[in-house]
């Protein structure tokens, strides 16, 4: 997920201070449990490893942000939307790579300064559209100088108005050579993106997750997934990846709580995901009714949470749109926060 980035958003405000610290015990935790103590110590002044901190055990939650498109917006960010988000007691934050790299720079820069001023994990992700492997080497070498010890790695969209992906001719053509490029050059761990409803150029989700698995393959340490609707398509992408394809690594749930109609509506059709027919139901109810809806979007979210939680899920992936507030409901619903 990340086509959020070519609309900004404002930036939300914080959820309150009364909250749990780094790492969610239990990964069958239900709505209201209170853990005692945190299963991964905090994270302040250490390079935590995500795959290895998904390896743990323990539920744990993350957030993704996107690069703002003005310097105004980055300043409110990092004055009002990332500590807000930090209230929450996230693992770590991730940051979006724009299309065509155009964020490039940009995305170094807001990882490498949340680490230096939040004293937060923060993983870059990063993606191969436009680059030669000696750039991507530099970026590697640029993040690596920053103290960024943890990748997302994509093989991104084409840019806009193209319509099939062309790889750089010194560059890479999918993500699992993306992968193994990172894990020869770099002392990272990676995540790569999951697709529960198998991804839009393959005609055959079970095609894809089998080249899911050869991301794994290549070195991937965890897998996060594409925003999704319905459970159903998680549990099997889940099962078949688990039960057929062997994948071991931690799987973990991107999630989106709707804001409205409009906008999921675009981020659905961009990124190819389906939206029920019950959800769409709700939607078209509420299409003229924003607070209506986002209070939808908290509760569907929540549902989901739990449903993934008792299954065991390694971790929920908040898409955050740079923004606290549903977030932070999601996670007071579901105990995670007070
Ligand atoms: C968690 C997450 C974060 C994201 N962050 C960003 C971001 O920051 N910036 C951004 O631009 N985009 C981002 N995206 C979107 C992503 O870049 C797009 O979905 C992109 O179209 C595919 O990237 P990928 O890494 O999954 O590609 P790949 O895994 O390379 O797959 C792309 C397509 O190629 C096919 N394929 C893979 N291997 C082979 C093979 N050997 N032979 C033939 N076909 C093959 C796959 O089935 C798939 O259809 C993100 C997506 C997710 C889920």
Redesign the pocket.
Known sequence: ??HYSLKPVPVGVGAGSDVRTAGFPSPKSKRGYRPEQPAIPSWKGVHLRIGELHRQGGLVVSFELFPPKTPDQTAKLFEEGIPGLLELSPAFLTC??G?GGSTKDQTLEIVTRIRREFEVEAVS?L?C?GASREEIGQFLAQARSGGISNI?A????PPRGDETFKPHPDGFK???ELVSFIKQTGDFDVA??GYPEG?P??PDRH??WQ?LA??VAAGADLV???LFYNLADYFEFEDYLRGRLKVSVPIVA?ILPILSKQQIERFCGL?GAQIPPDVQAKLDQYADDPASCRAYGIELATRMCEKLIARGVSGLHFYTLNRTASTAAVMKNLGLVK
């Open positions: 997920m990340y979006t790579y299309a992700h993606t559209v997302v994509l093989r991104g969209d999918y993500a699992h790569v993106a991804h150029e393959c095609l894809d080249r050869a991301k996060i997934t594409q991107g990124c």
